[in-house]
């Protein structure tokens, strides 16, 4: 199985709510990632999880927290966003450790901030 | 730093015609090199990787690539395109095995025409 779940596939929400984007594998990747992705763009990195820690922060503003619960899921949890934040938000994972192995990418939640 | 480079940003092909999607990049160490396809709002699909060995790679759904380190390339192929390979490709680059972070080439859309 080299599947990774992403819920919401669409969100929509105003600049003074609190969403969560979550995400899911069960392919033992002990790394996961957050990607935006504006349209006709490379992905972006936001996040890194190595072994349930926060490894890179690519200097995201705040309003984007992520959370790690444990070693299948991550979260990324939105609050007082802006409209320029309005982009596809990709879920990754791979294998963690000292090797090149490939990421497995979700199929993203598009998300609008009105 | 590392850096990828896909100079085309677009590139049409006839049925059946072979394909050519360019990329060169440029890292300091050994290059840890990989091909993903976008299909329209879904998230990335692996494709192939090069990471040392022979300098042609097979890949998924018949797709190869030739890395060429004096040149700096490692340019997707396909020997006979099909309408369903329309996409949008991204080539991506890493060059220390620890690290974590991707650096995806602003992209090249495929257009293959019946």
């Known amino acids: 199985d080299t599947e990774v779940t992403q819920t919401p596939k669409h969100l929509v929400m105003g600049m003074t709510n609190k969403k969560s984007l979550k995400c899911e594998q069960h392919?033992?990747?002990?790394?996961m990632y957050w990607y935006k992705q504006k349209a006709k763009k490379p992905p972006e990195l936001m996040f890194v999880?190595?072994?349930?820690?926060?490894?890179i922060n690519e200097s995201v503003p705040s309003r984007f927290s992520p959370e790690c619960p444990n070693s299948s899921l991550l979260n990324l949890h939105l609050h007082a966003l802006q409209p320029e934040d309005s982009a596809l938000y990709l879920c990754?994972?791979?294998?963690?450790?000292?090797?090149?192995?490939?990421?497995?990418f979700g199929p993203g939640t598009r998300l609008t901030v009105t | 730093a590392q850096s990828v480079a896909q100079p085309e940003d677009q590139v049409n092909v006839a049925e059946g015609n072979p394909l050519t999607v360019k990329c060169t990049y440029s890292?300091?160490?050994?290059?840890?090199l990989f091909w993903y396809v976008q299909y329209p709002n879904r998230g990335l699909q692996f494709l192939l990787k090069?990471?040392?060995?022979?300098?042609l790679v097979k890949g998924s759904y018949g797709f190869e690539a030739e890395f060429n380190k004096s040149q700096t390339s490692f340019h997707l192929k396909k020997p006979s395109a099909l309408v369903s390979d329309s996409a949008l490709y991204f080539c991506?680059?890493?060059?220390?095995?620890?690290?974590?972070?991707?650096?995806f080439g602003p992209g090249t859309r495929l257009s293959v025409l019946p």
């Open positions: 990754a994972s791979s294998q963690a450790g000292p090797t090149s192995y490939e990421q497995y």
């Open positions: 392919m033992g990747h002990r790394a």
């Open positions: 999880y190595s072994y349930e820690k926060l490894s």
């Open positions: 890292v300091s160490g050994n290059p840890y």
């Open positions: 090069y990471i040392t060995g022979d300098n």
């Open positions: 991506a680059v890493r060059d220390d095995p620890y690290g974590q972070n991707f650096v």
